[in-house]
C-alpha cells in the first residue's frame, strides 16, 4: 500500500478536504482494478464511475462510527447498485470497518464478501441490495423510521440508470413525495451506460431532472461532475443550503473513468480484467493516484 496512503487512512474518521479525498479516490481504484484483475470477476465500470461519490460520502460526510456498525443514530447509506460492491468494500475497509486486506478474498467461496452487498455479515452495510430497483424504497422506510422515531439521522442512496429503469423505483419516489421525510438524498451515479448499452439505448431517462422535480422532488439545478472531489462537496453543501425535503442529486460520471479503454464502455460493466488490460489500465491508475498524489 502507499506510503501516503497508510498515513491518512491512520486517522479515518478525519474529515477529508477535496485534494485528499481525489488522492483516496485514485487509491480505492487502484485497489478495486487489482481486486477484480486477481479475482476475475465482478463489476469495473459502475465501481469507478461512483469512487469519488462513497469516498466523499465516508470520509467527508455520514455521521458513521465504524466501531459500532449498528449505532442507533447512525447515517444510513444504500447501495442500490448493488452490483458495485469492490466499491462499497473498499471504502468501507478503508474506512475501518473491517480490515482492508480482505477485499483480495472478494467472491471468493466463503469469504463474507460476496459479488453483492449482505447486510448480515458485512459490518458498514445498511442494506443487501444487487436486484436493482429496490433502494429508493427501502431508503424512504429508513428515512420515515427517522421522522417516526424522532431521531435526526440521514439516509442516502445511490442509483444508476438501471434502478431508475425499475418500476418499483418510481412508486417509492412518488410516496416520498407524499411524506417528504427529513434526510432522504438520492445520489444519483449518471454515468448513462448501462449492462449491454447506453442509457439512451436501453430506456432514455432524459429528462431526468424535470422529471424528478416533476414527482415533487428537490433537485440540484447547478450539475456536478461526480468524478470530481471539490464539486461533490459542493454538492454537499447544496443539500445543507435549506431544508425541502426529500432531495434528489443527479452527478454527471463517467463509467469505467480513468482508464482510458473503459471509459463510457458498457463492454467493462462486468467484463473479466484480462492480464493484457490489467497492465495498461493499471499503469493509468498509478499515474493518476501519483498525479493526486503530489498535489497533497
Ligand atoms: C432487477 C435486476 N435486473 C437486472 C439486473 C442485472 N444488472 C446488473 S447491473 C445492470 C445494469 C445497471 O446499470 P446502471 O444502474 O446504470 O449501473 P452502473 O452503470 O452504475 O454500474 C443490470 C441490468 C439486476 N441486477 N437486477
Not at 440540484?220 to 459542493?234: A, M, Q, R, S, V
Not at 493509468?284 to 498524489?293: G, I, M, R, T
Amino acid at each position: 500500500m502507499r506510503e501516503k496512503l497508510m498515513e491518512l487512512l491512520s486517522d479515518p474518521s478525519r474529515k477529508m478536504n477535496a485534494k485528499e479525498l481525489a488522492y483516496l479516490a485514485a487509491c480505492f481504484r487502484e485497489i478495486m482494478f487489482t481486486v477484480l484483475h486477481e479475482r476475475q470477476t465482478g463489476h469495473w465500470g459502475g465501481s469507478s464511475s461512483a469512487i469519488e461519490l462513497t469516498t466523499s460520502l465516508y470520509f467527508n460526510r455520514l455521521n458513521i462510527d465504524p466501531k459500532n456498525p449498528k449505532w442507533e443514530d447512525r447515517d444510513r447509506f444504500v447501495l442500490s447498485k448493488g452490483h458495485a460492491s469492490v466499491n462499497l468494500y473498499t471504502v468501507l475497509g478503508a474506512r475501518g470497518y473491517f480490515p482492508l486486506e480482505d477485499v483480495h478474498h472478494f467472491r471468493e467461496l466463503g469469504s463474507y464478501l460476496q459479488g453483492h452487498p449482505a447486510m448480515l455479515k458485512i459490518p458498514g452495510v445498511d442494506m443487501s441490495t444487487g436486484a436493482l430497483g429496490h433502494g429508493v424504497s427501502v431508503a424512504l422506510g429508513m428515512a420515515e423510521a427517522a421522522r417516526q422515531s424522532g431521531k435526526k439521522y440521514k439516509t442516502y442512496v445511490m442509483t444508476g440508470e438501471g434502478c431508475l429503469d425499475e418500476g418499483s423505483t418510481w412508486e417509492a419516489l412518488l410516496a416520498a413525495a407524499k411524506y417528504k421525510p427529513e434526510g432522504l438524498i438520492l445520489m444519483i451515479d449518471y454515468n448513462k451506460v448501462q449492462l449491454d448499452g447506453t442509457e439512451g439505448q436501453i430506456l432514455d431517462l432524459e429528462p431526468l431532472r424535470d422529471k424528478l422535480v416533476s414527482f415533487g422532488w428537490h433537485v440540484n439545478e447547478e450539475k456536478y461532475d461526480g468524478n470530481n472531489t471539490e464539486d461533490i462537496l459542493k454538492s454537499f453543501e447544496w443539500m445543507d443550503s435549506d431544508d425541502v425535503w426529500p432531495k434528489a442529486c443527479i452527478y454527471d460520471t463517467i463509467k469505467g473513468a480513468r482508464v482510458d479503454f473503459s471509459e463510457g464502455k458498457n463492454t467493462w460493466h462486468g467484463a473479466a480484467i484480462d492480464d493484457e488490460h490489467y497492465e495498461i489500465g493499471i499503469k493509468q491508475l498509478n499515474a493518476d493516484a501519483d498525479k493526486k498524489e503530489a498535489l497533497l
